[in-house]
């Protein structure tokens, strides 16, 4: 293991302290502080578009010790402010390793600090809730870093998917070999897993901004249409949830995650902030047709109201069984389901991979 000499400090924002030593780039950044409970994957989780603006402490102790290599990336670049862990081993050792972690964060410019207690701040979190935090290689004032936390703007109320999304259309492609159906990928911080999943499929995968409309989409006269995660608060997206309105009816849809909770949106529900969200490999949820439970990947901090339903036109299909949310609804009428989770995994267990194959059983059978 490295000798961690540079020193940092964590302050959340109602005054707790955490010292702690550096490992990523000096400096200084504020974001979200949330907890993940995966025991792996922490590359494709530090690559996950939906961790914009947060600050993950990862409750598993020992992080980097498998390295970093480039096929288990889930986005262009890392959009999270931080990470934090317990310890952090830099002599990794796997036969697909081409990098240490270090060298990873440190080339993407991303601030990483080790040696704290990482279960202590995931009990604080889960007592006293998801809150604002800074962490600092550079300054020590405690009273400083209080002011900047406060003058810094929380989740809520905060549009951060276009900072994600694609800027251009685009076409993703893999491999060679005839597609069978067209799917229009509304990117809100889209993980590649996703991408590679419907490709497998056979379907040709069309990669749309987020600010694309419904006429737009309709245009490109895709068989099915999907809706990817992403960050944030989706209350914030008055003109995204409009578009998925207009969508509605007419093609058929699947959501995940921010997805999901986008189509409750234009089906007249609300959503509100959980506590301390959902994040992590191994989250327990009961789907409600079968009865079967299923081992989750989950990244959320918000969810959808259910009392706020209607029932009339919107069935639940699954549940969690830490805190029975909502986690799946299906529209009565219309070729529309969405689950708050990733059964893309990546990482996680696949327990879930079958809602694509569900999926493609619409596409095969509704005629738009």
Known sequence: MNNHKKS????????????????GVNGETIGEIVFNTSLSGYQEIITDPSY???IVTFTYPLIGNYGVNSQDIESKKIFLKAIIVRDYIDKYSNYRAQKSLKSYLIENNIIAICKVDTRAIAKYIRIKGAMKAIISTEVFDIKKLLQKLNEYPSLVGRNLVHQVSTKEIYVWSNKNYPKTKKIVVMDFG???NILRILENLNYEVIVVPSK???????????DGVFLSNGPGDPVALTDIIQEIKELIGKKP?????????LIGLAL????????FGHRGGNHPVKNLKTGKIEITSQNHGFAINEKT?????VEITHKNLYDNTLEGIKHKKYPVFSVQ??????PGPNDSHYLFNQFKEILENVRT
């Open 8 to 23: 940092a400090i964590l302050v959340l924002e109602d005054g707790n302290i955490f010292h702690a030593k550096s490992f």
């Open 52 to 54: 914009y603006e947060q």
């Open 190 to 192: 889209v993980k590649l």
């Open 212 to 222: 694309t409309t419904a006429e737009e989409i309709l245009k490109l006269n895709p």
């Open 253 to 261: 849809i699947f959501g995940i995650c921010l997805g999901h909770q």
């Open 268 to 275: 007249g529900a609300n959503v509100y902030k959980l506590k």
């Open 309 to 313: 339903l209607n029932l009339d036109i």
């Open 341 to 346: 989770y990733h059964p893309e995994a990546s």
